[in-house]
């Protein structure tokens, strides 16, 4: 029961959704705190330190960028470069952050077991930390944009497209956290999911050029992300609106089964460390 | 205080479902509706009681005997089958040491990790650093990353973030059974300070020393249920009764138990004496000391020999009997003084005795609380269990002729 004292009163495993709601919010200092360890323990011993969270997608991008266009010719909106370069950069943030938010819970278990806070926290921290070096491929990001020639008052949109990326990551990453203590396989479906996902998401081709399944590859929510960054650099897709939909759609949807299982689950997520 | 108690524990059961199969998400899926074979433990069965604010109160047990589910239960982290659990104000565990500590990070960065965790807010962290740097005596190194610290230093910080966290409730998990003697007496003055403050305290140890100096009542668990509440030493007894097997513990709330135990000679005192003849409770390894039982005795009694026992949290580590030929006889009336002089012989650390008089068919008198001690063996004392007194010299011997160099016989 969260009141204004500090406390709580347990009547049974499964808690109330508004009290989840409350203690998450409350603990976003920890939340802060977290995200920050973990950013620094990722880099610290790194040489180039938070430099290679800048050079992954920049060279990815920059391969793709001299192979594919050998492979076959795409009509992108600007050049193709850049077009690569903004749907690598939104990928590559939704991956890493699912690979590690996903076990988040079952991976802090020395601390889970010993002191309460919403689990949910584990997740939503994993996806601060990665924010944090996201923000530097981004600055980079916009840099290439006015670089080559594709500035405009569009680029501003980098702002709720990284926000929208953040909440259907976090939610997602709520769910798989929480199923991932009960199936210790879901680290592995996640890691075979993603290795599928990223072709029926358009990161190296528009969606323009896909004909047929177009309308599956939008219901993706990926998509909608990655569309969302294409519109505020290299330029929009025609279709990207109905993806934007279906993202947020499935953010909401995801958020309400992450509320769903946490409500019933917070509290005996432990029962199976 | 005639206020709400700080924690409360009201008829709470634990249920684990322990399932089979190894939960797959995939298995799963491929057997879609089909119930996956599953067995349930009940951890906890209607466990039933109240902490008020400022007591200390143990938690003794052995291993399975829902210890440990207790106090996940406590600190929250899960939430109880049956029944409901209450606490007013922070609870905060001390952290098993240096538990959440990142080896890449420097003594700093983990204090604030470690604190956040714990429930203090930034602000909060900076006011106590200097104590936590103080206490854990690391200066010099708290901007290092940990994995360049000593165990001890470690250990120090550990349990310095944990104590100066500073919570209304403080939940203690076996922390004071590790490190050396030292820094086990430094937090056990730590605790008794804590203790004062007011602050309530929930310990669950095996270390009966020091569950023994600091709890006002201990509870003792025993497969899942709650066997004994209330005075330390007589749940210190209860738990060595359960442990030995001497009893399934049916009877042990009884108050006839404490009777039986006493009759027919009544216990007047029972102490350990030091060489200084006076009462203590810490000895040292090499020291001659004596276990001192005062006894009456109500009615006329045969045959009569003295037992004494030596145990650690482990184990019995010496049992003996007076001879049968020196048995002897006592009137209704009569006192005795039994005294077991030994020399203690063990490693630094905490025991336990106890002095009994006995009949070959049971036992006549014995003080129901056993005696803890602590005893301090010399800091040279490197290894093992006991400490023999070895000395050890190296002395130079007469050399052994030099070959002489064989030379032509010229």
């Known amino acids: 029961m969260s009141t204004a004292e500090a406390g709580f009163e347990l009547l049974g495993e499964a808690g109330t959704l508004r009290d989840l709601i409350v203690d998450t919010w409350r603990s976003r200092d920890l939340i802060a705190t977290l995200a920050r360890k973990e950013f620094l323990v990722r880099y610290r011993r790194a040489f180039f330190g938070v430099l290679w969270a800048l050079v992954i997608p920049l060279m990815q991008a920059a391969v793709l960028a001299l192979v594919i266009p050998k492979l076959a010719r795409f009509h992108t909106p600007g050049s193709y470069l850049l077009f690569v370069l903004s749907g690598t950069v939104a990928w590559t943030f939704f991956m890493s952050t699912i690979t590690q938010a996903s076990t988040s819970i079952v991976d802090n278990q020395a601390v889970t077991t010993r002191v309460y806070f919403p689990r949910s926290v584990l997740p939503i921290s994993a996806v601060l930390s990665n924010l944090y070096s996201f923000v530097p491929t981004m600055l980079i990001l916009g840099a290439i944009t006015l670089a080559t020639g594709h500035g405009s008052w569009r680029l501003l949109l980098l702002a709720p497209a990284t926000i929208a990326a953040c909440a259907l990551t976090g939610a997602l990453a709520i769910v798989l956290a929480a199923l991932h203590v009960y199936f210790r396989d879901v680290r592995y479906v996640v890691q075979a999911a993603l290795l599928a996902w990223i072709y029926v998401t358009p990161v190296i081709y528009p969606l323009n050029a896909v004909r047929g399944i177009r309308p599956w590859l939008e219901i993706n929510p990926v998509t909608g992300v990655v569309e969302l960054f294409r519109v505020a650099t290299v330029g929009a897709d025609n279709a990207w609106l109905p993806s934007l939909w279906w993202m947020l759609a499935w953010t909401v949807a995801l958020l309400l089964v992450a509320g769903f299982l946490h409500r019933r689950f917070d509290r005996v997520f432990v029962d199976l460390l | ?410």
């Open chain 2, 1 to 410: 205080m005639s206020e709400e108690p700080r924690v409360v524990v009201d008829h709470v059961s634990k249920r684990y479902v322990k399932y089979d199969d190894a939960p797959m998400l995939v298995t799963r899926a491929l057997r879609w509706g089909q119930r996956s074979s599953r067995s349930e433990l009940w951890a906890l069965r209607d466990i039933d009681f109240t902490v008020a604010t400022g007591e200390c109160v143990g938690v003794i047990g052995h291993n399975g005997s829902g210890k440990s589910t207790l106090l996940r239960l406590l600190a929250g982290v899960t939430g109880p089958t049956r029944g409901r659990v209450k606490v007013r104000g922070r609870i905060a565990p001390l952290i098993s040491v240096g538990v959440g500590f990142h080896q890449e990070l420097t003594g700093r960065e983990n204090v604030h990790a470690n604190g956040t965790i714990l429930g203090l807010s930034r602000s909060q962290i900076e006011d106590r650093l200097p104590d936590i740097i103080d206490f854990a005596s690391i200066d010099d190194f708290i901007d290092t990353p940990v994995k360049f610290y000593s165990s001890g230093m470690y250990m120090r910080l550990g349990f310095a973030v944990s104590v100066l966290a500073a919570p209304d409730v403080l939940l203690v998990d076996e922390v004071l059974a590790v490190g050396d003697f030292a820094f086990q007496m430094k937090c056990l003055d730590r605790m008794m300070e804590i203790k004062e403050s007011g602050t309530t305290i929930v310990i669950v140890s095996h270390n009966l020393g020091a569950i023994r100096r600091m709890c006002d009542r201990t509870i003792v668990l025993h497969k899942g249920e709650l066997r004994y509440n209330g005075d330390t030493a007589r749940a210190i007894t209860v738990f060595h009764e359960l442990l030995s097997g001497a009893t399934d513990g049916e009877d042990l709330q009884d108050p006839a138990y404490r009777v039986m135990a006493a009759d027919p000679g009544e216990i007047e005192s029972f102490e350990l004496i030091g060489p200084s003849g006076e009462p203590t409770r810490t000895v040292s390894s090499q020291d001659r000391v004596q276990l001192r039982l005062d006894v009456r005795f109500r009615k006329p009694t045969r045959d009569v020999r003295v037992g004494v026992m030596v145990w650690d949290e482990f184990a019995s580590l010496y049992e003996d009997m007076s001879a049968k030929e020196s048995a002897r006889a006592f009137e209704a009336g009569d006192r005795v003084r039994v005294s077991v002089e030994f020399r203690p012989s063990l490693r630094s650390g905490s025991y336990m005795a106890r002095v009994a008089l006995v009949q070959d068919d049971g036992v006549v008198a014995a003080e129901p609380f056993a005696i803890d001690f602590f005893v301090t063996s010399p800091p040279q004392t490197q290894g093992g269990l006991i400490d023999v007194a070895a000395t050890m010299s190296m002395a130079e011997l007469a050399p052994v002729a030099k070959p002489t160099e064989v030379t032509d016989g010229d």
